[in-house]
């Protein structure tokens, strides 16, 4: 049973770009599909971010442990998304002319927020094998991988900075953020703090 939701819930992870690749092919993406991959792929690697954060609160809270067990896929294949948007940028939007994308980083502090977002992912993806977890052992893998959190609010610092006019989509994430908060926190509270769970 848990097998087939890890499964279904990567397959909610991918089924984002069956969506996209038939947007882009049938001109859904409008008259410039680069942005509109730059920010279709921004945003799925974001609310990613958030549904893997809100598994192990929703499995203490719910007291179905098994809630959590996509955990991990789900942070790799955020990642992806990740890479998917950084690909974008600098292939598609950049060209790959080093160059220019280094002038662009220049005075643009969102696109450092993003670049920094995008190294923490990378190390919790190296990071989440099972010989990793072995390694470091469980506590201080916990601790690690906790940078997930900060990795979201350097993403929600990475969208906010670039907001020109319309503040709607940032109030709905930094929302869903501090409700994920609350509810990690509500159910540390509930548990226990030394009580083993997600
Ligand atoms: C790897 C470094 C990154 C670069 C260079 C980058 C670059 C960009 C650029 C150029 C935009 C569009 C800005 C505009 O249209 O004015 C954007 C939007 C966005 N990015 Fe990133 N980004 C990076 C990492 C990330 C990461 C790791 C996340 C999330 C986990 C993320 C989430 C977003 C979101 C949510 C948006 C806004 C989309 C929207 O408003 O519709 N980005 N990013």
Known sequence: MIRLWKWCAAGGALAPAVWVAGAVSTGRAGADPVEYLLHFTGNTAFILLLVTLG???????????????????????????????????????????????????????????????????????????????????RARWSLLHKLAYVAAGT???????????????????????????????ASMAVTGLNKRGP
């Open 55 to 137: 598994l192990g609160p929703a499995a203490r809270l719910s007291g179905f442990w098994g809630i959590a067990a996509p955990r991990r896929w789900l942070g790799v294949l955020t990642f992806c998304w990740a890479f998917a948007h950084l690909g974008v940028w600098i292939g598609l939007d950049q060209f790959f002319a080093w160059t220019f994308a280094w002038r662009e980083l220049q005075g643009r502090p969102y696109l450092w927020a993003g670049l920094f977002t995008f190294a923490v992912l990378a190390l919790l993806t190296a990071t989440s094998t099972d010989g990793w977890m072995r390694r470091l052992g």
């Open 155 to 185: 993403a929600l610092l990475h969208q906010v900075l670039q907001v020109r006019a319309d503040y709607a989509v940032f109030y709905l994430y930094a929302a869903a953020l501090g409700v994920i908060i609350a509810a990690r926190l």
